[in-house]
């Protein structure tokens, strides 16, 4: 029994979205705050807080969020460093930076 | 000419359209009926955000059935009905199921364009595939009718930069209208405005101008679009361009609010500002008229 309740919180553990190391929210269609900096292997949960859909679609392809609507979030976890612009595909002006450093490096807002 | 009587008028049936293809995706119509001469009619909507549920309009189901209702009571059956995209909100496989179940309502044959919102993540797949032309090659499209030359484009890919038509379409177009003689009348159907409209909001296509040189040269253009919400008309040259209302909730008047996005309006007054569009085509300019739910 104990094995089998052992295996099913590590299966829990491993399928548990990460604590956020930054949490940008969307609104007034804008994303708060921007430029933000995390390390590789950071997650960043995106909120949308307003009363319109919004998505968060990297200029380069790497990550899309597909559609959000109001008061659903989305997660991603960046993997390599770089900056990353992304922009929402319904509302084009709007336009946020996320830059990753290496571990080593000293992150924040 | 009252629109009663211009319809008597013009008064068809609009029964019996068959449609051929010919050349590269083009499609032509053979009007089977006892067509009069120079005139007859065809509908468009647009925006009708299948999925949306906020305060603005938390029945747009309802109001888009309510619109096909309308079309359906038209005295005179339209040739067909376009919709000029935003057919649905989130581009999620429900919300396309449901739009294309409330819009198989429609008596007259139905054409589609896409808008941003039908193509979140994934470039247009779910959209091809509830609304996609099996017998088009591209996504952009014409065909003829009654001597009348239509254009479907498409400009709501790599919305990063607004609207963007691309060179591909725009090579396409140029192939296209080099086929007709420039006294033929000719109308565009597009999503996004093709002209700088707000730029501010992303209400422009940001190549738009090139469609537009290609257009110029002909004596008699309709532009129609949607994407902003509302009612706007504009002319450059002999290119005339008209916006629609939805028929799923209102947007705020160019810079008369800090943002674009669904207006909220007393309930009692939505159906004022949703509807749908009677496009009547005879020998001179267009008759293009809106028509409120309520």
């Not at chain 2, 400009?155 to 006294?183: C, H, M, P, R, Y």
Request: charge should be negative; charged fraction near 15%; proline fraction near 6%.
């Amino acid at each position: 029994m104990n094995l089998i309740l052992s295996t099913i919180l590590l299966a829990a553990l491993a399928t548990a979205s990460p604590t956020p190391a930054a949490v940008v929210h969307i609104h007034d269609f804008a994303y708060h705050e921007t430029p933000v900096t995390v390390h590789v292997g950071d997650t960043v949960r995106f909120v949308n807080d307003d009363g319109d859909a919004h998505t968060v679609t990297a200029s380069d392809k790497s990550f899309d969020s597909g559609g959000l609507d109001t008061n659903e979030s989305w997660t991603h976890t960046f993997t390599k460093a770089g900056k990353y612009e992304y922009f929402c595909a319904l509302h084009p002006y709007m336009k946020a930076v996320i830059i990753v450093v290496p571990v080593t490096q000293k992150a924040g807002n | 000419m009252q629109r009663r009587d211009f319809l008597q008028h013009v008064g068809w049936t609009g029964a019996g359209i068959a449609f051929t293809l010919s050349g590269v995706g083009t499609l032509r119509a053979t009007a089977l009926a006892d067509v009069p001469p120079g005139a007859f009619n065809f509908v468009q909507i647009s925006d009708s955000h299948i999925g949306f549920n906020q305060p603005a309009n938390d029945h747009v189901s309802e109001t888009l059935q309510m619109t096909i209702d309308r079309i359906n009571a038209l005295p005179v059956a339209p040739a067909f009905v376009i919709h000029t995209g935003d057919v649905t909100h989130l581009s999620k496989p429900a919300q396309f199921d449901a739009a294309k179940s409330i819009l198989g309502g429609l008596k007259a044959p139905l054409v589609t364009i896409p808008g941003e919102h039908d193509f979140i993540g994934d470039d247009g797949k779910a959209y091809f595939a509830a609304f996609g032309r099996k017998d088009s090659k591209t996504p952009w499209f014409s065909f003829d009718m009654h001597g009348v030359h239509f254009v479907a484009l498409v400009n709501v890919f790599n919305f990063e930069k607004n609207g963007l038509l691309g060179q591909d379409q725009i090579d396409w177009l140029k192939a296209d209208l080099a086929t007709q003689k420039t006294s033929t009348p000719i109308v565009v159907f597009g999503h996004v405005p093709l002209y700088a409209l707000f730029p501010t909001w992303g209400w422009e296509t940001e190549d738009g101008s090139k469609a537009l040189a290609l257009l110029q040269p002909f004596a008699n253009v309709t532009v129609l679009n949607g994407h902003i919400h509302q009612v706007m008309e504009h002319s450059e040259g002999n290119i005339r361009f008209y916006t629609a209302d939805s028929t799923a909730y209102p947007q705020p008047k160019p810079g008369t609010a800090d943002k674009p996005g669904p207006l909220l309006v007393p309930s009692d007054h939505l159906l004022g500002v949703l509807g749908y569009r009677t496009v009547a085509l005879g020998a001179g300019t267009p008759l293009v008229e809106q028509h409120a739910l309520g």
